[in-house]
């Protein structure tokens, strides 16, 4: 099989796993065998067409790798509502799920509260945070501790 069909076959099977991959994961090998593949067109000795692969490949990987991390992995942004996950809150108004209805505050702030198993939980009750969606948080009546006898 002439070298430049060989380029081509490998350039294919590198688009293809880049194509059923979520990440990049061949684009590198795919450039690299495509250059590899030019020099063959050439008539370049293989030892060169390898070494131009190898080159390319690790140059590509070099330099596209941190600008797609950059730009096309999600990065998780913490907030300062963050920090309420796990504290203890004071309901402010009855927590009434089926009303959709309920406050608390929590960490200087004031939010919209639905309780965790759909029970209403009453003004005045110590509460667990134990999660934030959108602008409400999902709590749990706050266990209390009896103290050590």
Do not use: C
């Given at each position: 099989?002439?070298?430049?069909?060989?380029?081509?076959?490998?350039?294919?099977?590198?688009?293809?796993?880049?194509?059923?991959?979520?990440?990049?994961?061949?684009?590198?090998?795919?450039?690299?065998?495509?250059?590899?593949?030019?020099?063959?067109?050439?008539?370049?000795?293989?030892?060169?067409?390898?070494?131009?692969?190898?080159?390319?490949?690790?140059?590509?990987?070099?330099?596209?790798?941190?600008?797609?991390?950059?730009?096309?992995?999600?990065?998780?942004?913490?907030?300062?509502?963050?920090?309420?996950?796990?504290?203890?809150?004071?309901?402010?108004?009855?927590?009434?799920?089926?009303?959709?209805?309920?406050?608390?505050?929590?960490?200087?702030?004031?939010?919209?509260a639905r309780a965790q198993d759909d029970q209403p939980i009453a003004a005045g009750t110590v509460v667990k945070v134990l999660?934030?969606?959108?602008?409400?948080?999902?709590?749990?009546?706050?266990?209390?501790?009896?103290?050590?006898?």
């Open positions: 099989m002439p070298m430049p069909a060989v380029w081509f076959v490998l350039l294919v099977v590198f688009a293809i796993v880049e194509g059923a991959t979520v990440g990049l994961a061949s684009v590198w090998f795919a450039a690299g065998a495509f250059v590899a593949m030019l020099a063959a067109f050439f008539h370049a000795p293989i030892w060169l067409q390898v070494v131009l692969f190898l080159v390319v490949s690790f140059v590509t990987l070099l330099l596209v790798r941190p600008l797609a991390r950059k730009y096309l992995v999600p990065h998780y942004q913490a907030t300062n509502a963050d920090r309420i996950i796990g504290e203890e809150a004071v309901v402010t108004e009855s927590i009434d799920n089926l009303k959709g209805r309920g406050l608390v505050s929590v960490g200087g702030s004031v939010w919209t999660r934030i969606e959108g602008v409400k948080v999902f709590v749990t009546p706050a266990e209390i501790s009896s103290p050590a006898v």
